[in-house]
């Protein structure tokens, strides 16, 4: 009789919170994008351009301040010696990733409403050049991830790699008040910490920071785990590619010397090829 | 097709095909790390793959 597949698991189970997030994720998403689209009003100025600010600012705060900001900071952590963990490392890795495409997102968000607001697609604004900065710099963040080296190598250099990037977070955020920028300053994480928006649109804003929010949280929480699968059946990988070495090894040996009971005048038994593999 | 409309689709439907990406790559690994195990053995010592127990 074969053994079932859920008899031969071995993986951890699935945690039961991350299926509870990704569902309070889809549901709170759904709910903002009816109120964005057909419950809040237009804006005096705006228009319908407006619906946008539900969807731009909380893409904007999940890639720049919780992505790259849990980044740096698992970074950190894997870098002080007293909390260093791989569990830190993959951290990182996960949350940049995920970043990566919030700011590709925020870009292209970005882009649709400044087309129609400013007559143009793009600009080399500060605001802009920063954002397109850092979804470079983060992108090298993954390239480096490639590179192939020890696992503690790797987190090492990742995790220095994802502090420098972070800095040029501080500088996206400021940029709209260092530089003159078409784009427009802080609506609610302004200097007086007054939100410049209220009523339904305000509350219509907070849901979408709160579905966004959880949709990260639930995207972090699976991209983790393939991380962790990824690791183990990379280094399973590892050990079966050294073990066919070694028992090739062994083949190439017992072809050059002859047969083994001629090798070494007969004096040492060998023994046979280790057989590898299914 | 208005920008607003334009906003919400590439939006919604890049975290869609990210997170459904996202768990077909779990799945997969998860299927890849299950066949990679040896098959548990039974209480008698013999391999649940059927084959006899070795002397």
Redesign the interface.
């Known amino acids: 009789?074969?053994?079932r597949?859920e008899?031969?698991?071995?993986?951890a189970p699935r945690p039961r919170w991350l299926r509870i997030v990704g569902a309070l994720a889809l549901v709170s998403?759904a709910a903002t994008?009816w109120l964005?689209?057909w419950v809040t009003p237009p804006d005096q100025v705006q228009g319908?351009?407006v619906?946008?600010v539900y969807?731009?600012p909380p893409?904007a705060w999940v890639a720049l301040y919780l992505a790259f900001g849990l980044a740096a900071l698992s970074s950190l952590f894997y870098l002080w010696r007293r909390t260093r963990s791989l569990f830190w490392d993959r951290l990182a890795a996960a949350s940049v990733e995920v970043g990566i495409?919030f700011t590709?997102?925020t870009l292209?968000?970005g882009m649709?409403?400044g087309?129609?607001t400013w007559g143009v697609w793009w600009t080399w604004d500060a605001r802009l050049t920063s954002t397109a900065l850092l979804l470079v710099l983060f992108l090298g963040y993954l390239a480096l991830r490639r590179v192939p080296a020890d696992p503690e190598v790797r987190a090492r250099r990742c995790a220095v790699a994802a502090l420098i990037a972070f800095v040029d977070v501080p500088i996206v955020h400021f940029s709209v008040i260092w530089w003159q920028t078409l784009h427009q300053g802080a609506t609610v994480l302004n200097s007086n910490l007054s939100p410049t928006i209220h009523g339904s649109m305000a509350w219509t804003l907070l849901l979408g920071f709160v579905a966004l929010t959880l949709?990260f949280v639930?995207?972090v929480g699976?991209?983790y785990?393939?991380e962790v699968?990824?690791d183990?059946?990379g280094a399973?990988r590892l050990e079966v590619s050294l073990a066919e070495r070694w028992a090739e090894g062994d083949l190439d040996m017992a072809g050059a010397s002859g047969s083994p009971a001629t090798r070494n005048g007969g004096a040492v038994s060998l023994r046979p090829p280790t057989r590898v593999g299914p | 097709m208005?920008?607003?409309d334009?906003?919400?689709a590439?939006?919604?439907s890049?975290?869609f095909l990210?997170?459904i990406g996202?768990?077909v790559?779990?799945r997969s690994?998860?299927r890849?790390?299950?066949l990679?195990?040896p098959?548990?053995e039974s209480a008698d010592g013999s391999a649940?793959?059927?084959a006899a127990p070795a002397p």
């Open positions: 009789m074969s053994a597949p008899d031969r698991r071995v993986v998403t994008v964005g689209l319908n351009l619906r946008l969807l731009h893409i495409v590709a997102l292209a968000t649709l409403w087309r129609p949709v639930w995207m699976v991209r785990r393939i699968l990824a183990r059946t399973e | 208005s920008y607003v334009a906003g919400y590439v939006g919604l890049v975290l990210y997170a996202l768990l790559r779990r690994l998860e890849a790390v299950d990679s195990m098959p548990s649940e793959t059927g």
